[in-house]
């Protein structure tokens, strides 16, 4: 056997991120993807002349996907387009107001000032986001948080500057509430919970540095849909020789004391000097390194929320923006559904996400390709049928209230995406979207390393494991595995 072969088990953003730059390191890469094409959550479909990307819809920190093309000397400009874009979200609260979130921060503050609210204290929140997020990054996100090294190192010691201010033992709401009182703002800030799809009211407020990313930072969009993101990393891929096994389920590994030596599926074994395993880390030990107490445990931790899409193709042209967001009257209520109960509130908050305001060839003329999202619990064997059908009243009903339309006039087309449907698609337990919740102050501790304490070349990336979910944490995740393979 060669001396640098690796394995990847699953081609999401996260397993495709790892082949890439262990690619660039010299390896032999092969990945294996159980499902027909690249993507995992990650993934769009076309109906009708519209075009839908059916998971992830925002997309921070563009830096991180151009690294990948950087390791190669390649430039990501000519793979993909990234457009900033003038809004991150037009916000409508109940009490009918409007707040849109424009990149620009003084536009923003503007907005804010013009709103009513405290033009101040959102500066100052905002400045103090970008603090905690400059000294404590480089710890929570890119660097190992299960070895001592990153304690003692660079990352550690920088965080140790910040720690007085993370405010690890309030919850996010309780911060936000203490800084903006009983202002829409409130609800706004407390929105960034589901970007991990947390609980405001019980996560750490250390979370609320994730507005940091939008309002500080920019919003940002592939020119050709978020899908973009995949077809720009997969032509790299092909062009740098990863291979790839579509249809080719791992169904095991071969080990030989601390070393695994091949991964299998079915009946062929394929030698590997590394392994990099980026599908969901529960059923890992189930199904591919079984161990049923590791299993039980990983089981036992609470999810992340998961979602209900509708996507609907539109014959209307709307006022709104790339992301909306329609607020519920309760917020509170929507997220003891979400955790406590597994069901939907009677009021719901919509998140509605239009591409074709950026990308004109995702609708025909003159319509729009709607994607209506509600936070949905994780699949526990709900009546989805019932569940859907009570949503989507609810659904239509909110559309009319605040925007005064009634969208059923105007769909062409639809789909409908359930927790049941992600899970079967993705293999992600429940569907959630995120793997384990961070509703807890040790959250971040707790979820699972990206290296195996059992085997010394057998390594973990993607959404289920540290740093955490979402296209840029995956990312990451790849990149403390990079760094830990010699
Ligand atoms: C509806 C929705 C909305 C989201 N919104 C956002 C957003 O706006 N912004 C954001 O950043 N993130 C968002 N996310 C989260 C983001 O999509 C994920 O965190 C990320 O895509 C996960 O990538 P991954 O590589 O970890 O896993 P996945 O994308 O789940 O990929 C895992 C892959 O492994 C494959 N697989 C499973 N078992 C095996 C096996 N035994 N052998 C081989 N292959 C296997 C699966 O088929 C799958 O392709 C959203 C997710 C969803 C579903």
Redesign the pocket.
């Known amino acids: 056997m060669k001396e640098k072969v690796a394995c990847i ?7 495709l991120a790892a082949a890439l730059r262990l690619a660039a390191k010299g390896f032999d890469v092969t990945v ?4 027909t094409e690249p ?4 993934a769009q479909f076309g109906k009708d002349g519209y075009r839908f990307d059916m ?4 997309f921070t920190l563009p830096g991180l996907v151009e690294e990948l093309f950087t390791l190669f000397g390649k430039n990501m400009q000519d793979y993909m387009q990234v457009i900033e874009l003038p809004m991150t979200c037009n916000y409508f609260f109940p009490d009918g107001s409007n707040i849109r979130a424009w990149s620009d921060p003084d536009q923003f503050l503007d907005e804010v000032q013009n709103s009513g609210a405290d033009r101040h204290a959102v500066e100052q929140y905002l400045e103090k986001q970008a603090f905690l997020y400059s000294n404590t990054a480089d710890f929570f996100l890119f660097n190992s948080i299960h070895k001592p090294s990153t304690y003692v190192g660079e990352a550690g010691q920088k965080s140790l500057k910040a720690l007085h201010k993370l405010d690890v033992f309030s919850s996010m709401h309780r911060r936000n509430q203490k800084t903006f009182g009983e202002s829409n703002l409130v609800q706004l800030f407390d929105r960034y919970a589901t970007y991990n799809g947390s609980d405001p009211y019980r996560a750490p407020a250390t979370l609320n540095m994730i507005a940091h990313l939008e309002h500080n930072t920019g919003a940002w969009f592939p020119a050709n849909g978020m899908y973009g993101i995949m077809s720009a990393l997969m032509k790299l891929a092909h062009e740098v020789g990863v291979r790839f096994l579509f249809n080719t ?2 169904t095991g590994l071969v080990t030989s004391g601390r070393q695994v030596t091949g991964v299998r599926t079915g009946d062929c074994v394929y030698p590997a000097s590394v392994v990099v395993n ?2 969901d880390i529960t059923l890992f030990y189930r ?2 390194l079984p161990n049923k107490s590791m299993y039980r445990k990983l089981m036992k931790r609470e999810r992340s929320s998961s ?1 209900l ?1 509708f996507y609907w193709g539109v014959k209307l042209q709307s006022d709104l923006d790339v992301h909306n967001i329609l607020f519920s009257s309760d917020y509170k209520a929507e997220f003891k559904g979400l955790f406590k109960t597994k069901t939907f509130a009677n009021d719901l908050t919509l998140y509605i996400f239009i591409t074709k305001k950026v990308v004109p060839e995702d609708a025909p003329n003159g319509c729009e390709n709607w994607f209506v ?1 509600v936070n949905a619990p994780e699949n526990v064997g709900q009546d989805w049928e019932e569940e859907v059908s009570r949503a989507r009243k609810a659904v239509v009903a909110k559309i009319k209230s605040v925007l005064g339309v009634e969208i059923d006039n105007f769909i062409e087309n639809e789909r409908i995406l359930t927790p049941e449907d ?1 899970e079967q698609r ?3 337990v429940n569907g959630s ?2 793997g384990h919740s961070s509703n807890s102050t040790l959250a971040a501790f707790l979820r699972h390393p990206n290296f195996s304490r059992k085997y010394r070349n057998l390594f973990f990336t ?3 494991v540290h740093p955490g ?4 944490l ?1 990312l990451a995740s790849a990149k403390i595995v990079d760094e830990m393979i010699v």
């Open positions: 088990i699953g081609a999401g953003i996260g397993g294996f993807e159980k499902s993507g995992g959550k990650l998971g992830p819809s925002l389920g791992v980026s599908t199904d591919i979602a899409i999202m992600i993705t293999g992600s979207l995120y993607g959404g289920s979910g979402g296209i840029p995956c």
